[in-house]
């Protein structure tokens, strides 16, 4: 992920998680899909969602890929 900081934040309510990227929020991700789309949009063009499940460099928060549900 050429070392850009991610960090994706525990859900929230409505089951969506803010995305930061390099300091920056981009958005409400509200699925693996989302994360993808905002890493595109960041600049990584070839990033698929299996690389945002797969990838060690993303930072979870709250719960990993599979986790779309703020906890009751």
């Given at each position: 992920?050429?070392?850009?900081?991610?960090?994706?934040?525990?859900?929230?309510?409505?089951?969506?998680?803010?995305?930061?990227?390099?300091g920056e929020i981009l958005g409400m991700a509200y699925s693996v899909r989302d994360v993808a789309e905002f890493l595109r949009r960041a600049g990584l063009d070839?990033?698929?969602?299996?690389?945002?499940?797969?990838?060690?460099?993303?930072?979870?928060?709250g719960g990993g890929p599979e986790t779309w549900s703020a906890p009751s």
């Amino acid at each position: 992920m050429r070392g850009l900081p991610v960090v994706v934040y525990p859900p929230d309510g409505s089951g969506g998680r803010r995305v930061r990227v390099d300091g920056e929020i981009l958005g409400m991700a509200y699925s693996v899909r989302d994360v993808a789309e905002f890493l595109r949009r960041a600049g990584l063009d070839d990033i698929t969602e299996d690389d945002v499940i797969l990838s060690g460099v993303i930072e979870w928060r709250g719960g990993g890929p599979e986790t779309w549900s703020a906890p009751s």
